[in-house]
């Protein structure tokens, strides 16, 4: 066996895959952060909700309708991961053209924390640098949720 052949059998093959169960014409189209609040509230686990934070990705086409969604990190009472590299590779896996960030704060606070912020700024940096627009960050809680883009702050 040549050198060649020899490093190929010793490199892992990478798949991307992206399935659409949704017709276009089906898909959820999110105009404000009322509609995108409401539409979160049924992918968070009401139950988990007030009890351990968590991250949700929402992918859209250039339409703002939904492409899908995905459930980033999954994390502890008072945080959660948040990996740029995880949001970006499955926005570019289906070929969103913006995004929608949300996690929850399960201690019923709405406002959001200076990593909050950060992390926001950071993902939107990627983003520009990807041609995929961050449109906002809600964070939800078991009685309201809060906008980025609604407090100026995308």
């Avoid at 409401?38 to 968590?54: G, K, P, S, V």
């Avoid at 492409?67 to 990190?73: H, T």
């Avoid at 499955?90 to 406002?111: D, E, Q, R, Y």
């Avoid at 041609?131 to 949720?145: F, K, N, R």
Wanted: charged content about 25%.
């Amino acid at each position: 066996m040549n050198t060649e052949t020899n490093n190929k059998l010793q490199s892992a093959e990478i798949t991307l895959s992206y399935k659409g169960k949704v017709k276009p014409s089906e898909r959820i189209k999110l105009a404000t952060s009322q509609n995108t609040a409401d539409l979160l509230r049924t992918i968070f686990d009401a139950d988990l909700l007030e009890w351990r934070e968590e991250m949700i990705l929402l992918c859209l086409n250039r339409m703002n309708k939904v492409i899908g969604y995905y459930k980033v990190s999954s994390g502890g009472v008072a945080g959660t991961v948040c990996d740029p590299k995880i949001i970006f590779t499955v926005a570019l896996n289906c070929g969103a053209t913006s995004i929608i960030l949300s996690h929850n704060h399960p201690s019923g606070n709405l406002k959001p924390s200076q990593a909050d912020i950060d992390m926001t700024k950071r993902i939107k940096a990627g983003g520009k640098i990807l041609d995929i627009e961050v449109l906002d960050h809600v964070i939800i809680t078991a009685e309201g949720y809060y906008s980025f883009a609604d407090e100026g702050m995308m």
